[in-house]
C-alpha cells in the first residue's frame, strides 16, 4: 500500500490543500518517524474491518489525520501513536458503517467470502490458513490485542497505551483472546497458574 504526497500550492500536502505541518523540516520528521509504519497500520485495519479494500482507505485515512495533528505528537514511539490513530479510526467506521457493537460476535453467515481472494491464495499451508480463520472469527478485541501482541509485537505497556485501557485489563484481554482462539482451534485449554 503506498501513500503518494502532493504537491500544493503551500507546500508538499496529502490531499493538495496546504500543509498543516510548520516547515519542510517537520514534513522530514513526519516522513521518517511515521511513515515506515504504514504497512503496521494497514495490517491492524485489515485485521480489525476485515476486509482489504475498507483497511487501505481506513489506514489512508488514518495516515492523513497523524500528517495533521503530527504537531502534537510529543515524542515516544510512532508506531504506538499511529495504530492509536489506526484503531479509534477502524472503530468509528465500524460503529458508523454497522450500527454494531464492538465486541459483537463474529457472524459466519454475513462473513462468507464467495471467491477466493489473492491474499487467501498466498496462504501457505493448512495450519496457516485455519490459523487465519480461527483469528477472523474471534471479536474485534479480543482480536486487536492479539494481532497487537503476536503480528506487531507491541508490549504490553505498548498495547495499553494504543487501546486506552489499563496494563492489567490488557494482559487478561490478552489470556481471554488466547483462550478463546485454541478453543476455535479445537485445541486443549492452557492450565492456569504453576
Not at 521518517?32 to 485485521?47: E, G, I, K, M, T
Not at 503530527?70 to 477502524?90: E, H, M, Q, Y
Not at 468509528?92 to 463474529?106: I, P
Request: glycine share 8%; charged share 30%.
Amino acid at each position: 500500500m503506498t501513500l503518494c504526497p502532493v504537491q500544493g500550492s503551500g507546500g508538499l500536502s496529502w490531499r493538495g490543500e496546504r500543509s498543516p505541518l510548520a516547515d519542510s523540516e517537520e514534513e522530514q520528521r513526519f516522513e521518517a518517524l511515521v511513515l515506515s509504519h504504514l504497512d503496521a497500520a494497514h495490517n491492524l485495519a485489515r485485521w480489525l474491518v476485515r476486509r482489504d479494500a475498507e483497511a487501505q482507505d481506513l489506514a489512508q485515512e488514518a495516515m492523513l489525520r497523524a500528517y495533521r495533528f503530527f504537531g502534537s505528537f510529543r515524542g515516544g514511539d510512532p508506531r504506538a501513536w499511529l495504530l492509536k490513530i489506526v484503531r479509534n479510526t477502524c472503530y468509528t467506521w465500524l460503529a458508523n458503517a454497522r450500527g454494531a457493537g464492538q465486541d459483537e460476535e463474529f457472524d459466519e453467515a454475513q462473513h462468507l467470502v464467495a471467491e477466493e481472494t489473492p491474499e487467501s491464495l498466498a496462504i501457505a499451508g493448512a495450519e496457516r490458513e485455519r490459523l487465519a480463520r480461527a483469528l477472523e472469527g474471534l471479536p474485534a478485541r479480543s482480536r486487536e490485542v492479539l494481532v497487537l501482541r503476536e503480528l506487531e509485537g507491541r508490549s504490553y505497556k505498548e498495547i495499553a497505551d494504543i487501546t486506552g485501557v489499563p496494563i492489567g485489563t490488557v494482559m487478561s484481554s490478552l489470556s481471554r483472546a488466547r483462550d478463546r482462539l485454541q478453543r476455535a482451534l479445537g485445541a486443549p485449554r492452557r492450565k492456569a497458574g504453576p
